[in-house]
């Protein structure tokens, strides 16, 4: 995840490929089981989320990715784009409601907070330094409580409850996995920037933890 420099073209195209038959699998054998508006809702939903991963992959934050992360990817979006549509069934309109403002926000926190950053990155004189600045005042890993977020939101949409264990997986696995092991790296490459910085900021969730 951190310190690959290098292009790795392969692994985004196989991550990209991933997506497509996923959707392709939906327009087969999912989409055709749901009601039109739910499908809509799907639909707009999962081409939504295509549209600004993609993007950050291979337009506006084009950095290296490992096999490893293009498989963890790879098998995350199944998730996304198949079960979410497959456990579909709009219960509560509430639901729906609280779930496209929750999905709206955290895809806006997630590509907002690495863009904001990106100049920073870019600028040579800033090589070695770390950036706290943009909306990493509020939180280390604000981009992860992007992500948490906007799947919420996406589970919500669903009007199925039994969804809530995919943002609650990928909350355990940001808390018990990603976070230390980012930490452990941002520890290792910045030192005593880093140190201080997650002193005094919030992990995950502004103002919380």
């Avoid at 040579?124 to 604000?142: C, D, E, Q, R």
């Amino acid at each position: 995840m951190y310190g690959i420099h290098r292009k790795t073209t392969s692994a985004k195209i196989f991550i990209l490929v991933a997506q497509l038959i996923y959707i392709l699998i939906n327009f087969r054998f999912i989409f055709p089981k749901l009601s039109p508006s739910t499908t809509i809702s799907m639909i707009l939903l999962i081409l939504i989320t295509f549209a600004r991963l993609n993007c950050m992959m291979f337009i506006w934050l084009p950095r290296g990715i490992s096999w490893k992360e293009a498989i963890g990817n790879s098998t995350a979006f199944a998730l996304y784009y198949l079960l979410f549509p497959f456990l579909a069934q709009w219960d509560s309109v509430n639901l729906v409601v609280i779930g496209w403002i929750l999905f709206i926000a955290g895809s806006t926190i997630n590509s907002l907070s690495e863009l904001l950053r990106k100049p920073f990155k870019d600028d040579p004189n800033n090589k070695g330094k770390l950036y706290t600045g943009g909306l990493f005042k509020y939180a280390v890993h604000i981009n992860y409580f992007g992500d948490v977020l906007w799947v919420l939101g996406f589970a919500l949409v669903t009007g199925n409850l039994w969804s809530l264990l995919i943002p609650l997986f990928l909350l355990c696995m940001f808390v018990f996995s990603y976070i230390p092991n980012a930490d452990k790296y941002l520890e290792s490459h910045y030192g005593q920037a880093f140190i201080d910085y997650k002193k005094k900021t919030k992990s995950l969730i502004p103002f919380i933890w």
